[in-house]
């Protein structure tokens, strides 16, 4: 790193990257460069003399990950030799490659994703104690079982140390839910943390193994470190090694993630882990005016457990903070849009503006306004691609290609497209592959066998398991790419009939199909960037591990629409003109936390509140309904309490009634009214 680059770098900034070896804990609050620090250390430790693939990076979203490998392309780091980026769990993957034998496993283990996880333990709780059991109790097993991967625990562990009928039905559970992943060779996303720690802790036959991937790395950083849980933090401190080269970078006020598993502790006792830690803070603040962060310092100010710091504005100080009170929701949200539409005219772009709110469950009369005055808009946060139901299908078959004993592929798609297996048939087929201790394919191929199977569904199992048979042959064999294996398959198999019997109507038919005919083009590009060996297994083990996403051109201009999304959706975002809506107490904070959260919940809302204020740049607007409703009435809303911890020099208040409301765009409003009379004219007709 040249001495021009150091030299760019703000005070805090150069110490944070130049700190030397030994544990290094960095305070990096929102907008104060705290990628392109890590970005800079990076480069500084490889220039250094420190080999760059001993430096690993980690953090917890693959957009993180793509933008840290971006920002790192002009140091011209290249293959094997370039720095480790990803997630925790891409990297548990990446050591369960390597070692799968020295865990149990074979190459080429399907991961479950949740919902798999969920399908897998909903047939074990029939199995423990009937369908009521499985409706009530699988969030409770779920949680169960995690927490234990989380402590580390097998299900042996888990189960001699269960204390009573609740925490022992679970480890019972536990159990079986191994046994059926072992069946399967599969692993879930808790696996790819506990079972590498579980490796790299180890010792006897595997010690030169574990000492390996002791001194694998010389240098470990964790990004967004605030949002880590005792897992991810025991993996993070095995890879750094005795000698505790463990830099983390975090802002214990941006800890919002606790629903997660996030702990917002771990950053908070860093010293205390850590006796001989370098703590430094970076507060000078390059995206927000003075007035915002003056506000965003009071309020978080007030949570007791935090390590000191305050941000410091390097622009103006701006607008002055806007706090409105409309009579009810529907005011509330004509005056949001109204303000969208002023701004615009006055030449601020829509994608420049965003309007933000606790829970996506009132976004309703924002989306009918800004529909009402033909305003465009987009919704962070809206369902993946990867789960709508047609995708999901797909998927399973392709899953079935690369991992034949992958039985929740296999019994997702077995009636899809209906080939004859009802409910009866669809558990007499899984009793007699589990009696058998054989996958659902291999008891496919032999459907003669199983008692009491209808006829459809022998001929209809026969005709699929030939299929894949002939499928996984061709991929098998080499030579022929795996989206062609996969669309051949697919016509054998009559998939597009199955989203015939999905669709709603011929619209949603076409949906459908582009949304399949998106994931071949995806798997085509995909072998065609990687090469065609192991291709189907790489893609697939992408998409689980959430790296494999909808291609964009990066460079293309993001469309003009407003942005909807949640305090939580924000978190890493910014933009220019920001409206926080439906300020009100029992909104944030939410009404959960000041039931029964108590005060750690509380300090966790007043931590969402600050991030949503920091999301914005130039303008800041609170608002709010004078009453809301709930269970049929109109019932009293208060102000928010956060809101009265900013002073009140910095805060403009007032209240609009209906008569005072701006009027927005009445000629769109008056198109929207005259397209709705049509469409009824229309259908009164037919």
């Known amino acids: 790193m040249s001495l021009a680059d150091l030299e760019a ?48 990076a980690i953090t917890f979203t693959n957009k993180a990950a793509r933008e840290m490998r971006e920002r790192l392309a002009p140091w011209r780091f290249s293959g094997e030799h370039a720095p480790w980026i990803s997630t925790f769990h891409a990297l548990g993957h990446h050591i369960l490659r390597v070692e799968h034998r020295a865990l149990g496993y074979r190459s080429g283990f399907p991961i479950l994703d949740e919902a798999d996880a969920r399908g897998v333990l909903v047939e074990i709780l029939r199995e423990l104690g009937g369908v009521r059991v499985a409706e009530t109790r699988l969030e409770e097993v779920r949680r169960a079982i995690s927490r234990s991967k989380a402590r580390f625990e097998t299900a042996e562990e888990a189960l001699a140390a269960a204390g009573g009928d609740a925490e022992y039905f679970a480890a019972r559970a536990y159990v079986k839910y191994r046994e059926r992943l072992a069946g399967m060779n599969a692993v879930d996303f808790d696996d790819l943390i506990m079972l590498p720690v579980r490796l790299i802790e180890g010792s006897g036959k595997n010690g030169a193994l574990v000492e390996d991937w002791r001194r694998r790395f010389a240098h470990v950083l964790v990004d967004e470190y605030q949002d880590s849980n005792t897992a991810q933090y025991r993996f993070a401190r095995l890879l750094a090694g005795p000698d505790e080269n463990l830099c983390v970078v975090g802002d214990d006020d941006q800890s919002i993630y606790a629903f997660r598993g996030a702990e917002v502790e771990k950053i908070l006792a860093f010293r205390r882990d850590f006796p001989r830690a370098k703590v430094i803070a970076l507060e000078e603040n390059y995206r927000s005016t003075e007035r915002i962060l003056l506000a965003a310092n009071a309020v978080i100010a007030n949570n007791p457990r935090r390590h000191a710091k305050s941000l410091r504005a390097t622009r103006g100080p701006g607008e002055t903070i806007e706090c409105v009170e409309l009579e009810d929701e529907d005011a509330e949200a004509e005056e949001v849009v109204a303000r969208i539409l002023a701004r615009r005219r006055a030449g601020r772009l829509l994608r420049e503006q965003a309007v933000l709110m606790r829970t996506a469950l009132i976004a309703r009369p924002f989306e009918e306004k800004l529909r009402m005055h033909g305003v465009p808009y987009t919704i962070i946060g809206a369902g993946s691609f990867f789960d709508r ?28 497209p209906r080939r004859g297996f009802g409910a009866q048939s669809r ?49 098998e ?23 015939v019997e999905m669709a709603a109507d011929a619209n949603d038919l076409e949906f459908r199909r582009r949304a399949v005919a998106a994931l071949f083009e995806s798997l085509a590009r995909f072998e065609e960037r990687r090469g065609r060996e192991r291709s189907l297994d790489d893609f697939l083990a992408g998409i689980a591990l959430d790296t494999v996403s909808e291609e964009k051109d990066a460079d293309a201009p ?3 629409k407003v942005t909807l999304l949640t305090f939580h959706g924000a978190k890493g975002l910014e933009f220019a003109s920001v409206t926080l809506a439906g300020i009100d107490d029992e909104m944030i904070p939410h009404a ?4 029964e959260g108590g005060e750690a919940a509380l300090e966790e809302e007043r931590r ?11 303008e800041l607007l609170l608002t709010r309904p004078g009453t809301r409703r709930r269970y049929g009435k109109d019932v009293p809303a208060r102000e928010s309490r956060f809101v009265a911890e900013i002073p009140e020099g910095l805060v403009e208040r007032r209240t609009v009634t209906r008569a005072d409301e701006p009027a927005a765009d009445q000629s769109a409003a008056a198109g929207f ?5 049509r469409r009824l004219a229309r259908d009164a007709g037919e």
Do not use: C, W
């Not at 047609?390 to 296999?410: G, K, M, N, Q, T």
């Not at 007699?432 to 291999?442: N, P």
């Not at 009214?673 to 009379?677: C, I, V």
């Open 673 to 677: 009214l005259t397209e709705m009379r």
């Open 592 to 595: 959960r936390a000041l039931g």
């Open 9 to 56: 770098l703000n005070a805090a900034q150069r110490q944070a990257v130049t700190a030397g070896r030994g544990p290094l804990l960095v305070l990096a609050g929102a907008g104060t460069g705290k990628t392109r620090v890590i970005i800079a250390r990076i480069a500084y430790l490889a220039r250094g003399g420190t080999e760059p693939h001993r430096i690993a």
């Open 558 to 560: 993001l469309p003009d």
């Open 608 to 618: 969402l509140f600050y991030v949503a204020l920091t999301r914005a740049r130039d």
């Open 427 to 475: 558990e007499r087929l899984d009793a007699f592959a589990r009696e058998r201790g054989i996958s659902i394919v291999e008891a496919l191929g032999r459907a003669e066998e199983v008692p009491a199977l209808s006829e459809p569904a022998r001929a209809g199992g026969a005709a699929l398991s030939a299929a894949l048979a002939e499928a996984r042959a061709a991929l």
């Open 477 to 499: 064999g080499g030579g022929v790419a795996a989206a062609e294996v996969a669309h051949v398959l697919f016509e054998r198999i009559g998939f597009g009939q199955a989203l």
């Open 389 to 416: 139901k047609e995708v999901r299908d797909a998927l399973a078959y392709l899953r079935l290609l690369a991992h034949p004993a992958d039985d929740i592929a296999a019994l997702r798609i077995l009636n899809t």
